[in-house]
């Protein structure tokens, strides 16, 4: 990472800036790069590996031009919405395959100049420009004569100073950073195509586009939990290895007080990880970069107690930049759409149904709630004006070859109740409730079981939960599925006790008054 030899890092995570947002997410951890050893550049397949390198690269700037230019149209040509997404999409899977070609290559090249780095270190006093100086500062260890290096690890005292096993855990854990670098790099790639899949999503308008969008999300997302797993564990290893290596040596030369240091930087950084948890778009990206802070603050110190010159200046080059790094991105919550038409329940004088236009199949729908209200079920087809100019009106065939007619879609309960108590007022007789949950029909007025019962909180009125509320919610209800249902409501639950939906009504009306609250009985 920032600690190895510049040379050596050969832009990394160089595919960053293929995708604007990413550019300054990880740069920031980068040293300049420095022109390669010449024995290496007169090795044929290392000069292949950085020829194909450099193809792969100029392959995914043109690519990153051409999504530059889609996300261009995306803005300024709303109504060809949907084929640029798809355009972006796809460029955006090709530039996935193009980082995984490219992140083989640069393991290869990466493998032999590390190689190189060690071997020139185990047999070479020549490695390196830098001299030692002749007098360094009292508080400055020097315990090696060999030239140093701008990577912090293989200057030789580790290598001296470091039990066998030790050490070689050490380099592993440096050859490790490119990794971590990758997967958070690749994290938040992913992440900006969260953000571009989220905004699609909230403006389609038709149900099976933004049910392609919403299954490209949702594995999208899964994926990127997957990767911040990875990263945690990655990192976990290079810390620990890390920190135990420096303290080793650190404790052995009796620098107490940079040892303490050490302690307070780190509980200061955990601290600030609790404050961030469940705040950021990922707590594990979050623990990476506050710790990474916290490694490359010790390595500085670690470099400039054993006057290792090259390394100290690189480290603090990079800790300046790293701190500049803004990895507290939001989560991005997108709750699925239900594409259902509700319609509220009105009169007309002109006929709205003729022999042209008769009334429609009711739409059975196989997620989501949707209430009607039944007017009649009878042994044929019945004319139109039967129902006294009321509309929307639908009719279904059942099991038994009735026809069942139903007038209006509503969301909730209390909607239907008070279409209901309008359609007595009109003169119908017995209009009746009638509810489809995910597909399964249920007539409330048929319904006897007293225990069959279960409730939801409906939130009306809201665009969107803000995170006080989403929050009150959780302390009171756990995990409940939240879920937006309609443009301006969102529902809460099943629950199968009034008490605990009643509460977390009442936790929502305390921790916003503006938005309208209620707890509709469910259907069982």
Not at 174 to 179: A, M, N, S, V
Not at 276 to 296: E, H
């Amino acid at each position: 990472m920032v600690e190895i030899k510049t040379w050596l890092l050969r832009k990394i995570i160089s595919f960053a800036a293929a995708v604007l947002p990413v550019a300054g997410w990880l740069y920031a951890q980068q040293p300049t790069a420095e022109p390669r050893p010449a024995r290496l550049e007169d090795d044929r397949q290392y000069v292949a590996l950085l020829e194909e390198d450099k193809a792969l690269q100029t392959q995914q700037d043109s690519i990153a031009r051409a999504m530059e230019n889609l996300r261009i149209q995306l803005r300024t040509n709303p109504a060809e919405r949907g084929r640029i997404s798809e355009e972006i999409l796809e460029l955006e899977n090709r530039i996935f395959e193009i980082r995984s070609a490219k992140s083989r290559v640069v393991d290869r090249i990466n493998a032999l100049e590390q190689e190189w780095v060690l071997a020139q270190l185990a047999g070479s006093d020549t490695l390196g420009e830098t001299a030692w100086p002749e007098e360094p500062a009292a508080d400055v260890l020097v315990a090696s004569k060999e030239p140093k290096s701008r990577n912090l690890v293989y200057n030789g005292y580790f290598r001296e100073n470091l039990p066998e096993a030790d050490y070689a855990a050490l380099i592993e854990a440096q050859r490790l950073e490119k990794q971590a670098e990758e997967f958070a790099t690749r994290y938040r790639v992913r992440y900006d195509t969260l953000s571009m899949l989220a905004r699609s999503y909230a403006e389609a308008t038709a149900e099976e586009e933004a049910g392609a969008i919403y299954a490209r999300f949702s594995a999208l997302a899964d994926s990127n939990r997957a990767l911040a797993d990875s990263l945690a564990a990655v990192w976990n290893y290079i810390f620990d290895n890390k920190s135990y290596a420096y303290g080793y040596l650190l404790d052995k030369l009796g620098c107490e007080e940079q040892l303490a240091d050490q302690e307070t930087r780190l509980s200061e950084a955990m601290l600030q990880l609790a404050e961030l948890r469940d705040k950021t778009a990922s707590d594990q990206v979050a623990d990476y970069f506050l710790r990474k802070q916290v490694s490359v603050d010790f390595e500085v110190e670690v470099a400039r107690l054993l006057g290792l010159d090259a390394a100290c200046d690189s480290l603090m080059q990079a800790a300046a930049r790293l701190k500049a790094v803004d990895f507290r991105v939001p989560k991005i919550e997108v709750a699925e759409r239900f594409f259902m038409d509700y319609e509220e329940l009105a009169f007309s004088k002109v006929p709205k149904y003729t022999a042209q236009h008769p009334i429609p199949e009711c739409r059975i729908y196989e997620r989501g709630t949707i209430y009607r209200i039944l007017l009649g079920r009878f042994s044929t087809k019945r004319p139109v004006s039967l129902f006294k100019g009321a509309y929307p009106l639908s009719y279904r065939i059942d099991d038994e070859k009735k026809w069942n007619y139903y007038a209006g879609g509503f969301a909730t309960l209390a909607e239907a109740e008070a279409a209901q108590r309008q359609l007595k007022e009109k003169g119908f007789i017995r209009p009746k409730i009638v509810v489809w949950t995910n597909g399964i029909y249920r007539n409330l007025a048929e319904s006897t079981d007293a225990d069959a019962r279960a409730y939801r909180v409906e939130i009306m009125n809201a665009e969107a939960l803000s995170d006080e509320v989403r929050t009150a919610i959780a302390t009171v209800a756990g995990d409940a599925e939240i879920s937006k249902v309609g443009q301006n409501l969102f529902v809460v639950g099943l629950f199968y006790d009034r008490a605990v939906a009643d509460a977390v009504a009442e936790t929502v009306r305390n921790t916003d008054d503006r938005l309208q609250i209620n707890v509709a009985e469910m259907p069982q």
